[in-house]
T-cell receptor
Framework: KNEVEQSPQNLTAQEGEFITINCSYS?????LHWLQQHPGGGIVSLFM???GKKKHGRLIATINIQEKHSSLHITASHPRDSAVYIC?????????????FGKGTKLSVKP | DGGITQSPKYLFRKEGQNVTLSCEQN?????MYWYRQDPGQGLRLIYY???????QKGDIAEGYSVSREKKESFPLTVTSAQKNPTAFYLC????????????FGPGTRLLVL
């Protein structure tokens, strides 16, 4: 069983829709990261969370430590949001060498 | 402009050949990492280094080697012992090896001829 599970695996949306991507994990963590990977392969870090909620522009990330679950929301989605979104958790007490990655959610936003 | 550069963008390896992937950062970060990405799988850690002249094996270090002689540079060598080297390789760095955000390079795609 994977320690980090993302859902859905693939997501197609129309421009303007509200999007939610989910991440569940089974290990104790000290932080959770949301990353964005563009079609060319480059990865950008969007958020690092250890509790609560963070917002940046149209992106919102939440985490529930008790339920071992995080969500990434995109409001008013746009075709430029099309990318693979990756959840990664830092195993509790570990160095960055202990980041565990989900397989990613591929998002396609149609105009 | 600060950032991480990887070269080349595409690399071809012949059977039995060692190849070296370059990773350079000018962010003054102490920690650097090498990941491998295969289709349908999450990133997997090959090696990481928290400080110059020190590095640790990750989950899939077999068939790979690294060096960290300078803070800015963390080259990865894919040796002939790596039997399935075709993958996308990503280098990253962070200010330290704790909970700091990692910054990723653009990646190198390695193909076997």
């Amino acid at each position: 069983k994977n320690e980090v599970e993302q859902s859905p695996q693939n997501l197609t949306a129309q421009e303007g829709e509200f999007i939610t991507i989910n991440c569940s994990y089974s290990v104790g963590i000290s932080a959770l990261h949301w990353l964005q990977q563009h079609p060319g392969g480059g990865i950008v870090s969007l958020f690092m969370l250890s509790s609560g909620k963070k917002k940046h522009g149209r992106l919102i990330a939440t985490i529930n430590i008790q339920e071992k679950h995080s969500s990434l929301h995109i409001t008013a989605s746009h075709p430029r949001d099309s990318a693979v979104y990756i959840c990664a958790v830092l195993h509790y007490g570990g160095s960055q060498g202990n980041l565990i990655f989900g397989k990613g959610t591929k998002l396609s936003v149609k105009p | 402009d600060g950032g991480i550069t990887q070269s080349p963008k595409y690399l071809f390896r012949k059977e039995g050949q060692n190849v070296t992937l370059s990773c350079e950062q000018n962010l003054n970060h102490d920690a650097m990492y090498w990941y491998r990405q295969d289709p349908g799988q999450g990133l997997r850690l090959i090696y990481y280094s928290q400080i110059v002249n020190d590095f640790q094996k990750g989950d899939i270090a077999e068939g790979y080697s690294v060096s960290r002689e300078k803070k800015e540079s963390f080259p990865l060598t894919v040796t002939s012992a790596q039997k399935n080297p075709t993958a996308f390789y990503l280098c990253a760095s962070s200010i330290d090896g704790g909970r700091a955000t990692q910054y990723f390079g653009p990646g190198t795609r390695l193909l076997v001829l």
